[in-house]
């Protein structure tokens, strides 16, 4: 009796079942590492800016003093609010950039601005990306607000405090605030 050496159909099919669901489980934990990479970025520019402009205050008596809502990074053309499906805000609208605002973190940071994520996301039937700064006129008080993709804390540290914490879809919208002088 001459005997056959190679695999059967079934012992094929196992192996191809167990390979699609590794490659399932690879792919699922793959997104998952990007998205958290994304997050972490724009919470070190966020940490990194909330520093710096602590650091604008200890040395000009006030935080910056800028009209509007200027974007954290680098010439971006606009953070916050991407779209304008609904009326329904998930902390705070557009913002843009403002060279002026720009120039004076150039020279806290050396020349060398922090990039939050440009990843954008889902709220309330909008598309929202980035982080964004706001002070008021006075220079007393600032905000930073910014994006984080899933249900994820808001906590940055650097003596930011919780204003407020919008969870929608797939977005985290965090609001926070620089300690008031």
Not at 102 to 123: H, L, W, Y
């Amino acid at each position: 009796m001459v005997k056959n050496k190679g695999f059967t159909i079934v012992e094929l099919l196992i192996v191809i079942v167990v390979i699609a669901i590794l490659a399932a489980i690879t792919i699922v934990a793959y997104n998952g590492i990007q998205t958290r990479a994304e997050n972490t970025k724009t919470m070190s520019a966020v940490r990194s800016y909330a520093t710096a402009i602590m650091s604008y205050q200890a040395q000009n008596g006030h935080y910056p003093k800028f009209a509007g809502w200027p974007c954290l990074g680098k010439h971006p053309t606009s953070c916050g609010k991407r779209t304008s499906n609904t009326s329904n805000m998930c902390i705070g609208g557009g913002a843009g950039s403002q060279i002026g605002f720009e120039d004076e973190m150039k020279t806290i940071f050396n020349g060398q601005v922090p990039e939050p994520s440009a990843q954008r996301m889902t709220c309330r039937g909008d598309s929202y990306s980035g982080a964004w700064f706001h002070g008021n006129s006075d220079g007393t008080s600032a905000e930073i607000m910014y994006y984080l993709k899933g249900n994820v804390s808001c906590d940055v540290g650097s003596g930011l405090r919780q204003i407020n914490r919008i969870f929608d879809t797939e977005t985290t919208g965090c609001h926070t605030g620089l300690p008031a002088i």
